[in-house]
């Protein structure tokens, strides 16, 4: 390079920081073409390749290949080699050109034997591993990574090169992937601990993250949600990790079935704002997400909305391929969502198709739980109870199979740290060989170490056992409340419907006859009939929707004197065929807090019950006023009351309904589902009853905020 072009290089250059490189490629490789030789035209472009990767900006990918052009001009792999990292870096991470990426690095895994610096080596591989495991090539992930950790540790160059570090954290995720949670694990923890022997705490965040997710893969959530925390103590909470940390908490509450916390992380995480270069990725990560939740909590607006957000994301990115399974499982949902069922099924086959050809059985559970809700939903109940029997079977299996996994890490850890100390008590004998007492020492404090491992392991065991006991119970529980579900729709909807079946035939003969009387007496059983039978059916609706975690939920401010007073009018009916009075004494501007639909439920329910087992002229009392912060709504009636055994049993299924003063039947469910609904509502519900002399029903329900005035 002679004088004038170090002249006019520097010139540039300064000219260069002071505009921030603003010019556009083009300008900047007319600039570079006035370079006589290859090695300014290099300069010149390291400072503009640097410039595109400081500030992230896509559009360079044009001087990257003119500067690998020139470098492989110049046949010097030294200096080409230097430039390996920063090229793929760009290419990969800031341009998302994958597949330019993928031909740049093989170019050069193809010349391993060419490089000389081993760093550079290292760089190659790791990469390499990086993106297989990107493409779900896990096996070739692994031994991308393997190849570079052999490199580094057979030469003794490179330990403290962060590819090396990274590589054992790339080969403990692609293990994870593959289900070798415990070699996954192995290698994680490795990483984990080089990086703290570095000091590097930048990455140290990234490694306890893949942690976290490793140990909810297996079902110990506790620990995922320690490691997620615990990360905050080497570095303050960045963006990216903060929002990572709520991507991976929203999981854990899908897989837990908690679909409303799931969502709400979701939320938070998209809230978190832009977290830079990753943005979109994390972006299409929550929007899948949300397409999700919306789905399980049936909020059919919100999932197309979220999903046209996904949708954008993808359309507006030259990589489409890039994490596209997220894409094709929202675009399933939103077909199933839009009764475009059809497509769904065809989509959600594919699904199915990719997962079996992956073996992931986590995809299958989730594809198959879609497939189930898509049956349902077209009526094809026997393929939905298919799909169900094997989320079911595998659940089970998986159970298990994640508890041997958990007990089988927690002996990895234990056998780690027994070797550990092993090792750490033969280098303590053989240093301290001339004294026996230390010896001892160290032998003594194994032992409590061993100790107190197997106490905690005992501990761990326990809780484990006594959480598969409670699991059983529910499991028995459901099933006789499933059966008695099932006998309640025999028995109680047979009798009205068997009712109803033979009245045509005898307003016919009536009709004939002429005797309107008879007509009008039919009539009358008909309409008592169909609204006795419109109420089971109701109760029978929302009592199932609350067993299955569906009924809504959309608490707001309720003035309680107008919601007694539809309640009553909604038993105008009843009230007037048994000649029975009600009377409400209701506190002035007295409000609660509650779900408008479930607290006409409780009171239709209960006022229903007074007046059923009231006598013919009685008079049910209504009363509601505040007390102790909560609101109070008494229902008094003088009927027939209860005996201790009756008051004892009146919330349970396995209690036989009672027939009212009129001969009034019923199935049983109305108080089972208001004593639900109470307690959906955030209240509880008290009887008191003695047989002959009447009941009162009692419901405590919060109170709404008194509103602030102004004076």
Request: negative net charge; charged residues 25%.
């Amino acid at each position: 390079m002679n004088l004038s072009e170090r002249l006019l290089l520097s010139l540039i250059f300064a000219i260069s920081s002071l505009q921030v490189l603003a010019d556009s490629v083009d300008s900047i490789l007319q600039i570079n073409n006035r370079f006589n030789t290859a090695d300014a035209k290099i300069t010149h472009l390291d400072s503009a390749c640097q410039y595109y990767i400081d500030d992230l900006v896509p559009d360079g990918i044009p001087l990257f290949e003119t500067r690998t052009d020139l470098l492989r001009s110049e046949s010097d792999m030294n200096r080409e080699a230097d430039a390996i990292e920063s090229t793929f870096y760009y290419y990969y991470f800031i341009a998302g050109a994958v597949d330019t990426a993928r031909e740049f690095l093989h170019y050069y895994l193809d010349r391993m034997d060419e490089i000389s610096d081993i760093n550079n080596q290292l760089v190659v591989l790791h990469y390499m591993s990086k993106l297989t495991y990107d493409e779900q090539k896990y096996e070739e992930s692994i031994e991308y990574a393997q190849r570079c950790i052999d490199l580094a540790e057979s030469t003794g160059i490179g330990l403290d090169n962060l590819h090396y570090h990274f590589a054992y954290r790339r080969k403990g995720i692609a293990l994870s992937s593959t289900g070798d949670f415990n070699n996954g694990f192995t290698a994680l923890n490795r990483s984990k601990e080089l990086l703290l022997e570095y000091k590097d705490s930048t990455e140290l965040p990234n490694v306890m993250l893949d942690l976290a997710v490793l140990y909810s893969q297996i079902g110990l959530y506790e620990e995922a949600e320690q490691e997620l925390t615990s990360r905050y103590n080497y570095i303050p909470p960045k963006k990216t990790a903060l929002a990572a940390d709520k991507i991976n908490l929203a999981r854990n509450f899908i897989i837990q079935g908690n679909y409303e916390k799931a969502h709400q992380y979701y939320l938070d995480a998209l809230a978190v704002g832009n977290v830079g270069l990753t943005d979109d990725l994390y972006k299409r990560y929550i929007y899948n997400g949300l397409v999700e939740t919306s789905h399980y909590l049936g909020s059919s607006d919100s999932l197309n909305m979220y999903f046209e957000v996904l949708d954008s994301l993808f359309s507006h990115d030259a990589s489409k391929n890039y994490h596209s399974f997220l894409l094709e499982q929202s675009q399933f949902l939103e077909a199933m969502n839009n009764n475009r069922l059809r497509e769904a099924e065809q989509r959600g086959n594919q699904l199915m198709e990719q997962a079996r050809e992956s073996g992931d059985v986590y995809d299958l559970l989730l594809y198959s739980r879609f497939m189930a809700d898509l049956n349902e939903k077209r009526g094809n109940y026997r393929e939905a109870y298919q799909y169900q029997k094997y989320i079911n079977q595998v659940s089970d299996s998986l159970t298990s199979s994640n508890k041997a996994r958990a007990l089988s890490l927690y002996k990895t850890q234990y056998e780690t740290e027994k070797k550990q100390i092993e090792i750490n008590e033969l280098s303590a004998a053989k240093a301290l060989s001339d004294s026996r007492r230390q010896l001892w020492s160290i032998i003594a404090l194994l032992a409590v170490s061993i100790l107190i491992i197997g106490s905690v392991l005992y501990v761990k065991l326990r809780k484990a056992r006594n959480q598969i006991a409670d699991q059983n119970n529910q499991l028995q529980e459901l099933n006789r409340t499933r059966d008695k579900f099932f006998s309640i729709i025999a028995h109680d909807l047979r009798g009205p419907v068997a009712s109803l079946q033979s009245v045509d035939r005898q307003m016919d003969q009536y009709v004939e006859e002429g005797d309107l009387h008879r007509i009008k007496k039919v009539s009358g059983l008909v309409g008592k009939t169909s609204r006795a039978l419109g109420r089971l059916l109701e109760n029978l609706l929302n009592w199932a929707l609350t067993q299955t975690g569906r009924i809504p939920y959309h608490p707001d401010r309720i003035a309680v004197d107008e919601a007694i007073g539809q309640a009553i009018e909604s038993m105008d009916l009843q009230v007037t065929g048994k000649n029975v009075s009600i009377e409400s004494q209701v506190q002035e501007n007295l409000e609660l807090y509650g779900d408008p639909t479930a607290i006409q439920t409780i009171l239709r329910n209960i006022i229903s019950n007074a007046v059923k087992f009231s006598e013919d002229g009685d008079e049910v009392l209504i009363r509601a006023k505040e007390e102790n912060s909560k609101v109070l709504i008494s229902v008094e009636d003088h009927g027939v009351g209860m005996d201790g055994a009756t008051l004892k049993g009146l919330f349970s299924l396995d209690t036989k309904s009672n027939q009212g003063t009129s001969g009034e039947k019923g199935s049983g469910l109305g108080l089972i589902l208001c004593q639900e609904l109470v307690q959906q509502n955030n209240g509880n519900i008290k009887v008191k009853s003695s047989e002959g002399e009447g009941t009162t029903i009692q419901i405590y329900l919060p109170q709404a905020e008194r509103e602030a005035t102004i004076a």
